[in-house]
Structure formats: structure tokens, C-alpha cells
């Protein structure tokens, strides 16, 4: 009887040690030499989308995506290195197709599609080298990287063209109300003593991009429901669109008024100003989502 019982619990044993495998470890050292290799190979297509955040105002946000993508895959690091790690090669041409789209746009002037590319090669080889499992826990700070780049100059088109418009009707609406006579004629407002023209940097797709990025990096932070998060992104949309007509209702009185402080630095620091009332009311806003969540739940 005992001997049959030492004989059931050595098979035992052996079955639980056949069963237990252990988790393998994140090839940290592959990631990281791939990455460093990466660089060296997208270095014509980042060098002057870099170049670019100096000398383009509605790229100067950029400069802060790489390090809260950082931040951001730091504060994932556990749930990254818990994730069972495990090569999946048929990724691997998701590399080669990033690698393609990298050569079509360099090479056909499409540079929109050579940056896109540099993501997708990323995507591809922590999918590659680390598996389903790590790539799904690291994906979100690799997406962010796309606010890197500037949108394509077609799309910029038909989001300024619509914006300027929109922000010319709204501050002629609001140079109205407030008794200022104004005739408005296309992106001209017509005051008495001057014309005031709502050219392309007055669109508001500057502080659009701007505070775009900061509510999903600000979303993923500091609010872990799903729907606040898409709540947060969509609400960019009008506090742009309200801010940019205010400041240009504002740059109309002044112009009316005050017209010596209506353009140069004075005109500059009033956008800084706009902007960083625009980052208050997302942030309110946010205070109202966490107020009717704690409603819903009691």
C-alpha cells in the first residue's frame, strides 16, 4: 500500500513538472538592439520630421511625444514583462511591409508614408522577437508615436479651409453681439476703421493637434474608463473651435480699439494664453466625466 502510494506521488510529481514551464523572459536585449537598428534605418525619414518640430509652430507639441510614450511604456513595465513572452515569426513580414512602404515613400516623395512606416517596422518587431501577448501590452505607447508626425498635407487642407471659415463665422457672431459692426466677406472681417483677415494660422488646427495629444495622453493617465477616454479626444473638437473664435473676436476688439497690441509679441502670447484656457476646460471637463461617473455608480 505504501509503496503504491510512493509510486502515485513521484508520477505525480513528474506530470506537475511536465505541466509547469517556465514563463520565458522578455528578450529585452533583441528589442532593444532591433530598436537601435531601426533608428539607424529610419534616420533619413526622422531626421527631418525632427527638423521640423523646430521650424513648424503646429508641430512644436512634438517634441513631448517621445518622452510620454517613454513615461508611459515605464509605467506599463509590469504588465509588459508579465506578459508570457514568445516569438511569433510570421510577423515578421509585417517588418518587410514596413520596410517597403518606408523605400515607396522615400523614394515616390510620399514622406507621410515612409513615417507611417517606421511605426508599422516597430509594431513588427516586438510582435516578432517578443510575441502576441507583449506587443498587446506595449501597443499604446508605440501608437502615440504617430502624433510624431505631421498629418498629410491633403488632409491639413480640408481640416484648415473648414476650420478658418467656421472661426471667421464665429467671430464675426461674436464682434456682432458684443456691438461691434463687422462685415464679413470669405475670411475677411470688415471692421470700421480696418479689415481683419482670419488667414491659415488662425484656423485653430495648431491648438487642434496640440490638445488632441495631450487628452489621449492625459486620457490614458488619469482615466481608466474606456468611453471618458473617447469622451476626452471628441471634446477637443469644440473647446478648439470655441478658444481659436474667441481669440479671434478678442484679436477683432483690439484691432478695433487697441490695434498697436493687436499683432507681433502681444498677438503670440495671446494664443499661449488661449491655449492654456483651452487645457483648463479639458481638464473641467474631465471633472465633470469623473463627477457623472461617481453619480452612475452610486
Same mark, same amino acid.
Request: with cysteine.
Given at each position: 500500500?505504501?509503496?503504491?502510494?510512493?509510486?502515485?506521488?513521484?508520477?505525480?510529481? %513528474?506530470?506537475? !513538472?511536465?505541466?509547469? @514551464?517556465?514563463? $520565458?523572459?522578455?528578450?529585452? #536585449?533583441?528589442? /532593444?538592439?532591433?530598436?537601435?537598428?531601426?533608428?539607424?534605418?529610419?534616420?533619413p525619414v526622422l531626421a527631418p520630421v525632427v527638423s521640423q518640430w523646430g521650424s513648424d509652430e503646429n508641430m512644436g507639441y512634438a517634441f513631448f511625444v517621445p518622452p510620454v510614450a517613454i513615461?508611459?511604456?515605464?509605467?506599463?513595465?509590469?504588465?509588459?514583462?508579465?506578459?508570457?513572452?514568445?516569438?511569433?515569426?510570421?510577423?515578421?513580414?509585417?517588418?518587410?511591409?514596413?520596410?517597403?512602404?518606408m523605400l515607396i515613400g522615400f523614394l515616390g516623395a510620399l514622406s507621410f508614408l515612409s513615417r507611417i512606416a517606421f511605426v508599422v517596422t516597430i509594431i513588427g518587431v516586438v510582435w516578432t522577437v517578443a510575441g502576441t501577448a507583449v506587443l498587446r501590452a506595449a501597443l499604446f505607447p508605440i501608437l502615440?508615436?504617430?502624433?510624431?508626425?505631421?498629418?498629410?498635407?491633403?488632409?491639413? %487642407?480640408?481640416? !484648415?479651409?473648414?476650420? @478658418?471659415?467656421? $472661426?471667421?463665422?464665429?467671430? #464675426?457672431?461674436? /464682434?456682432?453681439t458684443i456691438g461691434i459692426p463687422v462685415y464679413q466677406q470669405g475670411n475677411v472681417l470688415n471692421l470700421p476703421d480696418r479689415p481683419l483677415e482670419v488667414v491659415e494660422a488662425c484656423s485653430g488646427i495648431r491648438s487642434l493637434l496640440s490638445l488632441t495629444f495631450l487628452a489621449v495622453a492625459y486620457g490614458r493617465l488619469c482615466e481608466p474608463r474606456l468611453w471618458a477616454k473617447i469622451a476626452l479626444v471628441i471634446s477637443t473638437v469644440p473647446i478648439a473651435i470655441v478658444c481659436n473664435a474667441s481669440r479671434i473676436t478678442l484679436t477683432g476688439i483690439l484691432t478695433q480699439y487697441k490695434p498697436e497690441i493687436a499683432e507681433g509679441a502681444y498677438h503670440a502670447f495671446e494664443g499661449w494664453v488661449i491655449f492654456m484656457v483651452e487645457l483648463v476646460v479639458l481638464l473641467g471637463f474631465h471633472r465633470v466625466l469623473t463627477r457623472i461617473g461617481r453619480r452612475s455608480h452610486a
Open positions: 500500500m505504501d509503496s503504491g502510494t510512493s509510486i502515485s506521488s513521484v508520477e505525480h510529481g %513528474q506530470a506537475m !513538472t511536465a505541466t509547469v @514551464q517556465p514563463k $520565458a523572459e522578455l528578450p529585452l #536585449t533583441a528589442i /532593444l538592439f532591433f530598436a537601435a537598428l531601426l533608428i539607424l534605418l529610419y534616420l513615461y508611459i511604456l515605464w509605467l506599463d513595465r509590469e504588465s509588459i514583462l508579465a506578459a508570457p513572452a514568445k516569438p511569433y515569426w510570421p510577423a515578421l513580414s509585417l517588418v518587410v511591409l514596413g520596410f517597403c512602404l502615440l508615436l504617430l502624433f510624431m508626425f505631421p498629418i498629410p498635407l491633403y488632409a491639413y %487642407q480640408r481640416l !484648415t479651409l473648414p476650420l @478658418q471659415s467656421l $472661426a471667421a463665422d464665429l467671430a #464675426t457672431w461674436g /464682434l456682432d
